[in-house]
């Protein structure tokens, strides 16, 4: 391929970046519309009945293109915020979507409202319009979470206070996170890096680099940790608060709500994951003594075994992923291709970004962008290929009403980890001596490791936290011993260095957005995996199938989704077992190779 720019375009969503007057007119535009919306809910007083039809129709209509203008812009700012975390006009734009959102969450709430005030007679005969076909489930949805909460007046209180008292905790941590910086030493010289440069070099090849890196973070996190704590605290004692009010005795009953998947699925999933922990404990052990270690320190678990790693180029990593799409389904290829010329991508190795990657999408454009930073490892590759399964997935739901576009985290996970896995499968498929063929195992278990261990700490640190919370503020010292209580057991403590201030390091703790941002990440990967099996036993035929599957994800529940395209009761253990066994398949390699 020839010659990619590595910054994304814009411009072609709106012009002039955070100092857009095309901008400020479609905000104007949709704050009036907004508010004239809201009007209207505020005036239906008495419940629709099916002589109403057409009248409900275009309400959820308006309601469904609002939201979509809203996601549009929001998605906009997201970008102006991470391409640059010191853009002054990007932080007001990004407040203002803040209010903006309250507006609309009191719309939300209103809506949710007069669906709950509909009787179920009218209701049944309301949604048999053909308008609405294509949405029922969307709109079943709402009204069930509906009369879960409280009224629509208290949950406009809710929604209004939370964008000073809620959402501005979380603007905090990335205010905070703008003015970090990191120093050490680094090929003789000092440097002063940013924390996502800072944190490419935890998986560099040499140790003394790695270690330094690490403790340079560290320090960083350990001294703004007074700080990223009263954000967190906050964060958490607002949730617990709204929790109460709503009768909501389970910390876990929004996230579930959301990711549309039952406890039970979850807990059989974390049963089954604690069964195979020992063998990836044991390719910990292997990898400990191929670096001359007695045992892993938490910075080498992801540190290439050949210090001689080369490095890929963008174009390389580029061609690589399309190439490997290709095998598997052309559609996947052909997308990539024009997301990495079209400028889709933002992979640019420099200051003022914000760490970490993702995929947003424009749905009135129907495009998406993918934010990460390419330094030319192997794992920059996957991370690619990674968010072009996001926007791959995102792609076959475009031409899909709006509300049936609405799919969970968990299941976004899936064609963005089915992707890492096309790629990984490849490159270790292509590897042309027994030392390849070790270090791509190696890369493939080490994610394997940040999936299954890593993020089950998450999961632990965080459920102990918001159980300690609820009897009040929570302290540094405190919030570090959990962290790294988690971290033993997750990881059967098989490392002799954790990370106690990875709390503080991991914005996903401080996303006001969703909660629980850390299980999806693990059901997304053993749920793709999975797919996958299904996908090596059939063959090319499998990638109808999959699209099918993928353009699902935001009309099912999670078990639904499973039973309808792979024939499976994700409540048992049988399907996650066949994850699991396949994955452990690399171990058992991994431990032969390397006798």
């Given amino acids: 391929m020839e010659k990619l720019n590595q910054q994304w375009d814009l411009e072609s969503i709106f012009q002039s970046g955070s100092k857009s007057d095309e901008f400020q007119d479609f905000l104007n535009s949709l704050t009036e519309s907004i508010s004239r919306f809201r009007s209207e809910l505020e005036l239906k007083t008495i419940p629709f009945t099916v002589n109403e039809a057409q009248a409900f129709s275009r309400l959820v209509r308006t309601y469904e293109t609002l939201t979509k203008q809203f996601h549009e812009a929001h998605a906009y700012v997201e970008c102006l915020t991470a391409q640059n975390i010191k853009d002054v006009n990007a932080s007001l734009a990004n407040n203002r979507i803040q209010s903006l959102g309250a507006e609309l969450n009191a719309c939300d709430s209103l809506f949710e409202n007069i669906l709950r005030q509909i009787s179920d007679l009218s209701w049944s005969e309301l949604l048999k319009n053909s308008d609405l076909k294509e949405v029922q489930f969307a709109l079943r949805e709402k009204r069930e979470i509906s009369k879960k909460k409280l009224s629509s007046d208290q949950e406009q209180l809710i929604s209004g206070l939370a964008v000073d008292g809620y959402h501005a905790w979380e603007d905090l941590y990335y ?4 003015k970090m910086h990191i120093d050490l030493e680094k090929d003789g010289k000092n440097e002063t890096l940013s924390v996502s440069q800072a944190n490419n070099l935890l998986d560099d090849a040499d140790r003394n680099v790695r270690g330094k890196a690490f403790e340079a973070l560290e320090s960083a996190w350990s001294e703004y940790a007074d700080l990223f704590a009263a954000a967190l605290n906050h964060i958490a004692g607002y949730r617990i608060a709204a929790y109460k009010a709503r009768g909501w005795e389970n ?20 049963t089954e994951i604690n069964k195979y922990k020992p063998k990836l404990a044991t390719f910990m052990e292997r990898k400990a003594q191929l670096l001359g270690l007695k045992k892993l320190s938490w910075y080498d678990v992801d540190a290439p075994l050949s210090k001689n790693s080369s490095k890929l180029t963008y174009e390389d990593a580029a ?30 190795n420099r200051a003022d970004k914000r760490p970490g990657g993702f995929c947003t999408n424009f749905p009135i454009a129907e495009q998406s962008r993918i934010f990460m930073t390419f330094s030319g490892t192997a794992s920059n590759r996957s991370t690619l290929a990674h968010e072009l399964g996001h926007a791959y997935h995102q792609s076959l739901m475009n031409k899909l009403p709006y509300l049936s576009q609405n799919y ?22 292509v590897a042309k001596t027994k030392e390849e063929r070790i270090n791509f195992l190696a890369d493939k278990l080490e994610r394997c490791v940040a999936l299954l261990m890593n993020i089950h700490a998450r999961f632990l640190f965080e459920t102990r936290f918001y159980a300690e919370r609820k009897q009040g503020v929570v302290s540094v010292k405190r919030l570090n011993q959990l962290m790294i209580d988690a971290q033993r057991e997750a990881y059967l403590d098989s490392l002799d260095v954790y990370h106690p201030t990875f709390w503080a390091s991991k914005l996903h703790f401080f996303i006001t957005d969703w909660p629980f941002y850390n299980f999806p990440y693990t059901f997304g990967f053993l749920f793709s995996t999975g797919i996958y099996v299904q996908a090596l036993q059939e063959g090319p035929k499998f990638a109808d199938r999959y699209d099918a599957l993928l353009r699902d994800t935001g009309r099912m529940t999670t078990e639904e989704l499973a039973e309808k395209h792979l024939n499976v009761d994700l409540t048992k253990p049988a399907f996650w077992q066949s994850a699991l066994d396949y994955i452990m398949r690399d171990v058992d390699e991994f431990l032969e190779l390397t006798e």
């Fill in 175 to 178: 205010s905070l996170i703008g």
């Fill in 251 to 270: 910390i876990l009953d929004e996230p579930l709500d959301y990711n549309r998947m039952s406890e039970q699925t979850l807990t059989t999933m974390w």
């Fill in 319 to 348: 061609d690589f992923i399309i190439e490997h799409f290709q095998s598997f389904n052309p559609k996947m290829a052909s997308f990539a291709k024009e997301a990495l010329e079209n400028r889709w991508i933002e992979a640019e």
């Fill in 408 to 429: 969970a985290m968990n299941v976004a996970e899936t064609a963005s980890t089915f992707s890492e896995m096309i790629v990984s499968d490849a490159a270790q498929a």
